[in-house]
């Protein structure tokens, strides 16, 4: 016979469907039934599913739910603990133990802890190869690869990759499941046009083509409001940032300063949109707004965005970026203290970055310190690494650095010698703040007066 307690919880449900179903239905009254229930205070679905043998859809379907609705809440430390026992559980039902392996990998990878998310995975690679399920085994190979490259393990992701690859070419099930994980949709397919539009972006600013980063940047906004009107994807305002975020560079290296300030005003705006993009993408416009108060010459405001940017980031890239600038803010402020304290963040040979283009920088904020204290053949040495790389606009950077000092030596000649390729690579790019400076330096060279350069400082 049922308790008391029951009885009451069955008595206030049955009432509830019998108002819900009422022609018309009562729908006020239904909930006041089911919120009477809770003055009950009955125990939590899935504390009571774990003592039952059966049902197991019951079970973990609970489990999965209420770890989803506190990862919602952003109370992601009670959803974990959920999941575990969850998965502890499920060790006999392939189809829910794969499916909570995904979900607090998941929930790791939002975390930024790749490690982890990256070893469940494994360990749902292995259970899935144990229990025969060939597709669900390919699917954690291919997201632990890409957590390996979001993580930039390179070594590591080859061999995932090399396997991943070898099932899918000798896979022996349906055909369409094959084309699927040939594919590997992480986007939907008319977003993956945007997602090549963004990487052509990013390698042309890399590269130094701004004209080209801003004819693809262009191209790709225009793909995105076209399938916001269809479906506005969350994705897609992640990639819209994104776009935004290299486009604003790029005006700030061709002197279009209003420009980018609009677009970091568009940035702001969509970010305030959605917390979550807020949160993610914060750092980045605190770094944007730093780079725009230093074209201004705002070197104050510079810093305090930079110190911003690096107190809300736990991205190893942008943290490096941004410690970079900050150095160049020193160092244009005569503030030796503060640059020589930053120095063990920012030496090249010990960066905390994988980038080759950052180490780069790296080599040319060095030579750009000992230049500032006259160590002029160090200076020369550290910026043919800085070099290396062959970005243009780095080596743009590099040369009339260069330049200035073999005009500091007294050297005519060499001087003109590096002024003049980086006035030729400065006006390709366009690189305005290079054009500005490779002129004032070929004004105090007297033989630069009596040559025609086509130089277009605005």
Not at 7 to 36: D, N, V
Not at 52 to 63: L, P
Not at 122 to 133: E, F, T
Request: glycine residues 4%; contains cysteine; neutral net charge.
């Amino acid at each position: 016979m049922a308790s008391s307690q029951d009885a009451w919880y069955l008595s206030l449900l049955g009432l509830a469907e019998h108002f819900r179903t009422s022609s018309p239905p009562m729908i006020k009254l239904c909930i006041q039934c089911l919120q009477a229930v809770f003055n009950f205070k009955p125990p939590q679905r899935w504390l009571l599913s774990q003592v039952i043998n059966s049902f197991d859809d019951v079970k973990f379907e609970a489990a999965s739910v209420l770890a989803e609705l506190y990862e919602q809440q952003e109370q992601i430390s009670l959803s974990k603990p959920i999941l575990r026992k969850a998965i502890e559980l499920s060790q006999h039902n392939v189809y829910w133990h794969c499916r909570l392996i995904f979900q607090l990998a998941q929930i790791h990878a939002t975390e930024k802890d790749y490690t982890l998310a990256s070893s469940l995975l494994g360990v749902g690679v292995d259970y899935a190869h144990i229990s025969n399920a060939s597709y669900t085994r390919v699917l954690f190979l291919l997201s632990k690869g890409m957590l390996l490259l979001i993580d930039k393990k390179l070594q590591e992701v080859q061999p995932v990759l090399n396997q991943a690859g070898h099932l899918i070419e000798t896979w022996t099930g349906a055909v369409y499941q094959k084309e699927y994980l040939k594919v590997y949709f992480l986007v939907l397919q008319e977003h993956l046009y945007v997602l090549v539009y963004l990487v052509t972006v990013m390698h042309s600013m890399q590269a130094g083509y701004m004209e080209k980063a801003q004819k693809y940047t262009d191209k790709a906004l225009m793909q995105i409001e076209k399938l916001k009107i269809v479906d506005n994807k969350p994705i897609l305002s992640v990639f819209q940032l994104m776009l935004l975020e290299h486009i604003i560079m790029c005006r700030l290296v061709m002197g279009n300063k209003t420009q980018a300030l609009q677009e970091i005003s568009s940035a702001a705006a969509l970010c305030k949109q959605c917390p979550r993009l807020l949160e993610t993408h914060g750092p980045q416009l605190h770094t944007l707004l730093g780079l725009y108060s230093m074209s201004m010459n705002c070197m104050e405001a510079a810093e305090a965005q930079f110190i911003a940017a690096l107190n809300t980031s736990r991205e190893r890239e942008l943290w490096t970026f941004a410690n970079l600038n900050l150095a160049i803010v020193y160092l244009r402020g005569k503030r030796e203290a503060d640059f020589v304290a930053l120095h063990d963040r920012i030496n090249p040979e010990s960066l905390p970055s994988h980038s080759h283009s950052l180490r780069a920088a790296a080599y040319y904020v060095q030579g750009l310190q000992a230049f500032f204290q006259g160590r002029y053949n160090e200076a020369k040495e550290t910026l043919k690494m800085a070099n290396a790389e062959d970005l243009n606009r780095l080596t743009s950077c590099s040369l009339v650095l260069l330049g200035h000092i073999f005009l500091s030596l007294g050297n005519s000649r060499e001087s003109m010698n590096m002024v003049t390729p980086a006035m030729q690579l400065a006006s390709k790019i366009p690189d305005v703040h290079v054009q500005l400076w490779a002129s004032a330096i070929l004004k105090g060279i007297p033989d630069a007066r009596t040559q025609p350069y086509n130089v277009d400082p605005g």
